[in-house]
């Protein structure tokens, strides 16, 4: 029941709207089944499957609107929603930044359905889960891990006659393993459309390797170090960096992207001139849902950064009409392009610096520089002429991913890994001058 | 079953800019109905258990809940958003072949629940493969039938929407009298009606309220491009609507107002934007070793990170390695009976009792009746917090009554009691300290945080900042954060003020588990000072 066809699911969206007697109105119908396991100390702790299918009306009355939900389709239930969506609509306050409902929408077509993960079963999950464990222990180390897998759809449609459908599936792994004698911790992650392109066991072997390679780290003096930033490592600075990206926060003067004496820092070099980043919903490595959930506007190919200059911020259509600028929903995917090197090709080229697997707890410092505190976490490594020499300690940094994304030496090739917001591609990075502010005990 | 949602906050928000939210959206008349009748709930729950022990399970424990919330969202002079929600529904957890099991459902039909118990028991037994160890249940009386009730004044769900959307406007118009360039305001509540019944022959019906009403405040120099925030300083509680009379015997004057048992809203968001132009102008920190004086409106949330995360029992085990993380507080260092986590002035309890706290209940979510506990006493390392399946690790044998989960469709499991600083037993007051420090800082506030996933590196913002020299205070200082370590920090604790100055802060929407839930602490202290702590300064110039 969770995953309604393409016509099922707008047979239900045309008929809750013939009921609408508001001045407009509109419906989200989406749905999904969502299954997990989680595990630790070597052993399965929770796992769950969860069916959830919900429609949610909105009518409009002039600068009015009442959003209601429901999980039933009866056409009693149809006519009750959209009744109640009225006469909240008719409650509310005025909300004078409405904005008029969109008209038609071509929607981007999108391939992000995989039949082997719309088809995983709860046998599937707790073999990823037993892969994983079982590696664990032939190395003597303590696996905790989490599988999350997704097929969901979503369909929205309006008085204007704005109709669109999208299906979509999802797993996401994340694995930690730590060396029985606490002082070794690694980490690794899968993020895929198609299970049967996540191997669990080979993520654990990466992260049994790290685990095993970092226990009895030396310490580093903190300062300014040349590091190689693995795209997870990466990406924890970049999702800060994009979800602060905003034309409205900007005018006002309120953002790291606002112009001294007004207006905002779109057309400025910003970054280094290699930095590219863009958001495509038919990305074919991070398909997304082609429209925004704010207003089911559609969303296009766009680009954020081009050779290092801002080319566009994300745009209300309430602040592009007061901006007289263009409208612009936020994306659902982010690819930041990157090089065709491999992690160990970039630490090759490295006379000295510092390998880090992941970025954690990060959190704004300051929002007018865009400064992030965060620590290194769960393999950070030391490299001297060519090679990883040995496992240091975790560090704490202070860094701006704006004075970050200035000090590039070279790329490496992107993968895919979770964001905010989405799925996204990210490279390795190598940068110099990552400022480490202090040295940490955790393992 | 309903499924999580996110309630996206335009503009700059204040802290967190994604809120969960759960249920289905409401009417606001239906936020003040009753939910069903105490003798069904018992009848459903009675279906469960009975269903459960018959298919094998040795415990069984059912909650049935009605979760309501009421967010309300504004910014300048304008309401962006209201939502009311319901979520309805029942969490059956079992115990068979040794192993939990978990299930939940919306159907609130005989069927429904004979389903949800049956597939409870069936995900228990199947997991029982993996199992390494039976679970192991410190043992509860019976409660019989009984029932607790958050004591607020005033519901906040009856009073009418226009009265909150006022309060809100007025608060902002405050705010931009005095100078903001932005305001945004919100108000969150949260009632959660659960019932709970297990086979140890408990059935508790709890009626629990919660309450925020945070603000931020922007202050742009367009001239120059900077621009300057403060957040509103009053706390989450677990108390009414009574929390906004902003009454003056609760009030604390300090370099700006401070509050206890209630809160002047509007009051604060006048001096919030006069401090947020302050702060444009402020001298910039010189980084170097200061002493620390935190008022409570900071130390709670440092109190949270580097005392009520570490000494979780599940973080300790290895739980929450993937996530949240481990703690350094190991087994080892608190069986030895000598680890000191502070000084000696430093004592800290855990409880699920103070009046006005977000952890205040009569029973945890496994239907242990709650109380108070030590954790750290006199700088040692004593206890951790910890639930049913858990304390016989410790070799105790009573549940902590730490155990919640943040909806009806959740399984329950360890979560962060209130932990609070004990004041100090000498008379000593805020100004009494200040006069004694030679080179130090006055933080006021919550702002940035970050910390290690062992919780031993941190570092912290604030509101406030204010600059001691020679035993006075100075003038404002800006950019500054602090870092340490965990044990070095608090053993660092030199003075505590006395329980006149004791007051509660707390999180509203502290995260940990996968899938995630959330859940409400406070975390109470008086003003405390810590000696030469590490300050460093965060600005930053972009090209």
């Known amino acids: 029941m969770a995953i309604l066809s393409r016509s099922e699911a707008k047979k239900i969206l045309d008929k809750v709207l013939k009921y609408s007697k508001a001045e407009a109105a509109s419906a989200q119908l989406s749905g999904a089944e969502t299954g997990n396991i989680r595990y630790a100390r070597n052993s399965v702790s929770t796992s769950g499957i969860v069916n959830d299918i919900e429609l949610a009306v909105e009518a409009r009355f002039g600068k009015k609107s009442g959003i209601a939900t429901i999980n039933e389709f009866s056409d009693a239930s149809l006519e009750k929603v959209m009744r109640r969506a009225e006469e909240l609509a008719k409650l509310s306050p005025d909300n004078p930044e409405s904005m008029p409902l969109l008209g038609e929408q071509k929607y981007m077509p999108v391939d992000g359905f995989a039949e082997s993960t719309a088809d995983i079963t709860p046998d599937q999950r707790a073999k990823a889960a037993a892969d994983s464990i079982v590696a664990a222990k032939k190395k003597d180390v303590v696996a905790a891990g989490y599988l999350e897998d997704a097929r969901s759809f979503a369909a929205v449609a309006n008085t204007n006659g704005l109709f669109g459908y999208h299906a979509a599936t999802s797993a996401n792994f994340t694995v930690t393993m730590r060396t029985e004698n606490g002082l070794g911790s690694g980490w690794a992650q899968s993020d895929v459309t198609d299970f049967g392109k996540m191997n669990t066991a080979a993520s654990s072997g990466i992260a049994i390797d790290k685990a095993v390679l970092s226990q009895e780290a030396r310490a580093l003096e903190p300062g300014k170090y040349t590091v190689i930033l693995e795209p997870s490592a990466v990406s924890g600075l970049v999702a800060y960096m994009m979800g602060n990206f905003d034309a409205r926060s900007a005018d006002e003067g309120r953002s790291f992207m606002s112009k001294k004496g007004g207006g905002n820092r779109t057309g400025e070099k910003m970054f280094d001139k290699r930095v590219n980043i863009y958001s495509d919903p038919s990305s074919p490595s991070v398909p997304a849902q082609p429209w925004s959930d704010d207003d089911h506007m559609a969303l296009q190919r766009v680009d954020w950064i081009k050779d290092g200059v801002v080319q566009n911020l994300p745009c209300s259509r309430y602040w592009a009409e007061q901006s007289k600028g263009t409208a612009i929903p936020s994306p659902n995917n982010l690819i930041m392009v990157g090089g065709d090197k491999s992690t160990a090709d970039l630490i090759k080229k490295t006379r000295r610096g510092v390998l880090v697997t992941r970025t954690w707890y990060i959190r704004m410092v300051d929002p007018q520089s865009l400064l992030l505190t965060g620590l290194t976490r769960d393999g950070t490594f030391y490299i001297e002429n060519g090679k990883i020499k040995y496992p240091i300690k975790n560090f704490r940094f202070n860094e701006s991913p704006v004075i970050m994304l200035n000090n590039i030496e070279d790329m490496g090739r992107p993968e895919r890994v979770s964001m905010w917001g989405g799925p996204a591609m990210i490279p390795a990075l190598k940068v110099r001058d990552f400022t480490f502010s202090s040295l940490s005990d955790a393992v | ?543």
């Open chain 2, 1 to 543: 079953m309903d499924r999580r949602k996110f309630l996206q906050l335009s503009g700059a928000g204040v802290g967190a800019s994604m809120l969960p939210l759960s249920g289905n959206v409401i009417a606001e008349s239906k936020l003040t109905q009753s939910g069903m009748d105490v003798a069904v709930k018992k009848e459903f729950a009675d279906a469960a258990l009975n269903t459960a022990t018959k298919l094998g399970a040795s415990y069984a424990d059912v909650r049935i809940g009605r979760y309501l919330n009421q967010y309300v969202v504004t910014r300048e002079m304008k309401v962006q958003n209201v939502v009311n929600t319901e979520s309805i529904g029942m969490g059956v957890r079992v115990i068979a072949n040794g192993t939990w099991g978990f299930a939940a459902t919306n159907d609130m039909t005989t069927d429904g629940i004979a389903r949800a118990t049956a597939q409870a028991v069936a995900t228990a037994k199947a997991n029982s493969r993996y199992q390494q160890e039976p679970v192991e249940l410190a043992p509860v009386k019976g409660h019989g039938e009984v029932s607790w009730k958050t004591p607020i004044q005033k519901n906040a769900m009856t009073i009418p929407l226009a009265e909150k959307v006022d309060l809100l406007m007025e608060v902002n118009k405050a705010a931009l009298d005095a100078g903001a360039s932005f305001v945004n305001s919100m108000l969150f509540l949260v009632n959660e009606q659960k019932y709970f019944a297990s086979t140890d022959g408990s059935y508790i019906d709890q009626d629990v309220h919660r309450l925020w009403s945070p603000f931020s405040v922007t202050a742009v120099d367009k001239k120059d491009g900077g621009f300057r925030t403060r957040d509103g300083l009053g706390m989450p509680v677990g108390r009414g609507f009574e929390y906004l009379d902003g009454r003056a015997e609760h009030k604390v004057q300090s370099q700006t107002v401070l509050y206890g048992d209630s809160y002047d809203m509007v009051e604060d968001a006048k001096l919030a934007a006069q401090q947020a132009q302050e702060k444009l102008t402020a001298k910039s920190v010189k980084p170097g070793k200061y002493d620390l004086v935190l008022d409570p409106s900071h130390l709670w949330l440092t109190i949270h990170e580097s005392v009520g995360h570490p000494l979780e029992l599940d973080r300790v085990l290895g739980y929450e390695a993937n996530y949240a993380g481990t703690s350094f507080a190991t087994i080892d260092k608190w069986k030895s009976g000598k680890f000191k986590y502070g000084s000696d002035k430093v004592n800290l309890f855990a409880d699920k009792v103070q009046p006005g706290s977000l952890g205040a209940v009569g029973y945890d979510d496994e239907g242990v009746q709650t109380g108070s506990w030590d954790l750290v006493k006199e700088g040692v390392l004593t206890n951790y917090q910890a639930i049913r399946d858990q304390v016989h690790m410790l070799g105790q044998k009573e549940s902590h009554g730490c155990c919640y989960a943040d909806s009806w469709s959740s399984v329950q499991f360890q979560r962060m009691a209130n932990v609070s600083l004990l004041p100090g037993k000498e008379e000593l007051s805020v100004d009494d300290m200040i006069k004694d420090v030679e080179k130090g800082i006055y933080i006021v506030g919550d702002g940035s945080f970050s910390i290690d996933q062992q919780r031993y590196n941190f570092q912290f913002g604030g509101q406030l900042f204010y600059e001691i020299e020679d035993g006075k205070i100075t003038g404002m200082l800006e950019d500054v954060a602090y870092q340490s370590n965990t044990q070095e920090f608090w053993n660092s604790c030199s003075q505590v003020c006395d329980k006149r100055d004791y007051r509660l802060g707390g999180s509203f929407f502290d995260g940990k588990g996968q899938p995630s839930q959330v859940s409400a602490v406070s975390h109470g202290s008086s003003t405390t000072r810590f000696d030469g702590v590490n300050v460093i300064n965060t600005k930053r110039k972009l090209g």
